[in-house]
């Protein structure tokens, strides 16, 4: 799958020293992450690595003023989810992550120190998968405002769209009320849902899909509701719409995954 992870330029560095100062700003110094803040100074859409065992892999994901996060591991769609807490040891941000590869799954720690006027997250994280594995490993990643700061509204997100990574040939149509139907003619899924936009003003949107009739490996979200945080990249080429839904189905308890939708 090919997304947008490259985007940046001298303009945009210039963009993000202006545009910052309302919606993304904390006063902390460009070296360091001292003073105090909330986790709402670091709301928006992220993209850069988090490296496992030495090896970095490209992610993008979205952080929510209240914290809620998910970022995908682009290579092999591994989710990352939790909700960032304030620490007020170091000045960062840390959470409870819950990793979902696909086959197999875990809780770990993220600890972040929150740099550059608070446009870059930089830290460490591990976790224990079900399977026995251990992934650790760094996380840097770097705010994008030409990304999150679009207005949001349900027009806008309105459309047909098609399954961009998952190879289910899946079609996902939100009407202009925001209401979701997605259908796939490999898995057998449907899902019925519902988007919403809880700040016009940034382009974060809120999901939610009830997932029925899935076969094969899909089985496992029969009968599961599963919700997310997502954003609409139609900064280039053919517009994406991107989340890692997360709920509890029936038959495996706890799990994540992400959709990319292209329009």
Known sequence: MTTRIARGSGLLLGLVMLLLAGC????SSSSGSSGSRSVADIQGYYSGDIS???????????????????????????????????DRDTGGVRSRVFVDDGDARGE????????????RLDG????????????????????????????????????????????????????????????????????????????????LYEIRLEYADCRGSRRERNGGIYEGIAFLDDTLGPD?????????????????????FQR
Not at 24 to 27: A, K
């Open 240 to 260: 994406q719409l991107i989340t890692v839904l997360e709920g509890s189905s029936p038959a495996v308890g706890r799990i994540a995954f992400p959709l990319v």
């Open 108 to 119: 770990g720690r993220v600890d972040l120190l929150v740099r550059r006027q608070s446009t």
């Open 124 to 203: 460490d994280y591990r976790v224990d998968l079900d399977d026995g594995r251990r992934l650790s490993g760094g996380w840097l990643v770097d705010y994008e405002p030409d990304v999150y700061l679009r207005r949001a509204s349900r027009a806008r997100a309105s459309g047909l769209y098609d399954d961009l990574i998952t190879g289910d040939e899946a079609v996902l149509n939100i009407n202009s009320a925001g209401e979701l139907f997605l259908q796939s003619s490999i898995t057998g899924c449907t899902a019925f849902g519902r988007l919403r936009v809880p700040d016009r003003e940034v382009n």
């Open 24 to 27: 993304n700003s904390s006063g």
């Open 52 to 86: 496992v065992g030495g090896t970095r892999f490209n992610v993008e994901g979205l952080v929510a003023p209240d914290g809620r996060y998910f970022f995908y591991r682009l290579a092999d769609d591994t989710s990352f989810t939790g909700v960032f807490r304030n």
